[in-house]
């Protein structure tokens, strides 16, 4: 059973302090993504990676950054966390193909910034 | 970049009744693919499309493939309690020579409730 994991259900962080979501795929994938859901905007990505320390932009990369040391683990970094960053994190992968990809995803970290 | 516009933003049944939902874009897509996210959760893949006029069912979903290429449908019929939840259209965006590679946008997603 193809498995996308995610460190945290639940986090609650300080306005300023450095935050990592942290996630985990077991399926040998290359890419792997980070998107943030919002009520009413569905889900936007911020980044993602096609190879180890490969990674590109998504559409709202400000405020973030990744990290991808290992194919199989993918982290999110809020550099200096703000309220408007509160939201739900979602990690997904994906097996690249040519004509579209399916992309499995984690359960969600929801981030609460205080 | 490309953006997926989905339709309606919720919906509000009988179990019993019928569903239809729908996906459109101004641009064309090689993959229209639907998922299903159940409260608290990541969302799931339910159906994919590679060919466009494809219509492919699992079990009660049914979706389509439009012939444009810039739009899909899906339906649920006979819709029980536990198909409520968001559910999203996606495709892979394609890079500045035309060629998907492997990032997908998503819709706005349709919220669907169903009273007993």
């Known amino acids: 059973d193809v498995k996308v994991t995610q460190s945290s259900r639940y986090l609650v962080k300080r306005t300023g302090e450095k935050v990592f979501l942290e996630c985990v795929q077991d399926m040998d994938h290359e890419n792997m993504f980070w998107y943030r859901q919002d009520p009413g905007l569905g889900l936007r990505l911020i980044y993602f990676?096609?190879?180890?320390?490969?990674?590109e932009k998504g559409d709202i990369p400000e405020g973030y950054s990744v990290s991808r040391e290992k194919k199989e683990r993918f982290s999110l970094i809020l550099e200096s966390a703000s309220t408007n960053q509160t939201s739900m994190y979602l990690c997904a992968s994906s097996l690249y193909l040519d004509m579209g990809t399916e992309a499995f995803f984690g359960q969600g970290t929801r981030l609460t910034v205080v | 970049g490309q953006q997926l516009n989905q339709s309606p933003q919720s919906m509000f049944i009988q179990e019993g009744e019928d569903v239809s939902m729908n996906c459109t874009s101004s641009?064309?897509?090689?993959?229209w693919l639907w998922y299903k996210q159940d409260p608290g959760e990541g969302p799931v893949l339910l159906i994919a499309l590679y060919k466009a006029g494809e219509l492919t069912s699992n079990g009660r979903l049914t979706a389509q493939f439009g012939i444009t290429r810039k739009d899909s449908f899906l339906n649920i019929s006979a819709s029980i309690p536990s198909d409520v939840g968001i559910y999203f259209c996606?495709?892979?965006?394609?890079?500045?020579?035309?060629?998907?590679?492997?990032?997908?946008?998503f819709g706005q997603g349709t919220i669907l409730t169903v009273h007993p």
């Open positions: 996606a495709g892979p965006s394609a890079n500045a020579g035309g060629t998907s590679y492997g990032k997908l946008t």
């Open positions: 990676s096609y190879d180890v320390k490969m990674k």
């Open positions: 641009s064309i897509f090689n993959t």
